[in-house]
C-alpha cells in the first residue's frame, strides 16, 4: 500500500506571490494604484511607467486588512489567502481576498467632464490581468465577488476582492 504525503498548505505564498505578480503586469493597474495627482489622471501619457517591484513593495501588504496602517496619502492592497478547500478531491480550491484601502479624496477621478470611481478602475484591470486566465504554477483564476465598503471615521473607502484558484490537489507517493 502506497502511504502519502500531504502537500496542502505547500504552495500558498508561491502562489500568493505569483498572482501578485500577474497582477502587476498590468501597468494600468500599477498607475491607478501609485498614482493620485488630483490634478491628472493617472494614465495620462506625462506619467512614467512603474516598476511592478516599486508598487508591490510600496502599496500590497502581505497581512490580513489591517485598518491600523492604512493612511490618507496612498492606496494599500492587502492580498492574503482566505480559505483553502482540501475536501478530498482532485481539484484545491484557494480563496484570496484583495482589499483596496482607497483614501477617500482619492476615490473619484476627474476624467474631463466625467468621472471615474478608482475602485472599479483598480477592479476592472486587475480583471483584465487575472480573470479567466489558467496562470502558470497556480492554475485557473476567477474573479467571484466584489464588495465595497468604508472604515469608520478614516475617511479611507475599500473594495474588496474574492479571487479562487482552482489547481490540481498535490499528494506525493513516500
Not at 21 to 40: F, S
Not at 60 to 72: A, H, Q
Not at 102 to 115: F, L, R, S, T, V
Request: proline share 3%; net charge neutral.
Amino acid at each position: 500500500m502506497n502511504k502519502y504525503e500531504s502537500q496542502k498548505f505547500k504552495y500558498i505564498s508561491d502562489n500568493t506571490s505569483k498572482l501578485v505578480n500577474e497582477m502587476l503586469t498590468n501597468q494600468n493597474l500599477a498607475k491607478y494604484i501609485y498614482y493620485l495627482d488630483n490634478e491628472k489622471h493617472p494614465l495620462d501619457p506625462s506619467n512614467p511607467s512603474i516598476s511592478p517591484i516599486r508598487v508591490r513593495d510600496k502599496n500590497f501588504k502581505f497581512v490580513l486588512f489591517d485598518d491600523n496602517i492604512v493612511t490618507d496619502t496612498q492606496i494599500l492592497v492587502f492580498v492574503n489567502p482566505a480559505m483553502n478547500n482540501y475536501r478530498g478531491t482532485t481539484l484545491s480550491i484557494d480563496t484570496f481576498v484583495m482589499d483596496v484601502a482607497i483614501p477617500n479624496k482619492y476615490w473619484i477621478i476627474h476624467n474631463g467632464g466625467d468621472i471615474q470611481l478608482r475602485a472599479y478602475e483598480i477592479a476592472y484591470e486587475t480583471a483584465k490581468a487575472i480573470d479567466g486566465k489558467s496562470i502558470t504554477g497556480i492554475g485557473d483564476v476567477e474573479i467571484v465577488s466584489a464588495q465595497t465598503g468604508r472604515i469608520g471615521s478614516k475617511g479611507i473607502s475599500v473594495i474588496s476582492i474574492n479571487i479562487e484558484v482552482k489547481n490540481s490537489s498535490v499528494k506525493t507517493v513516500v
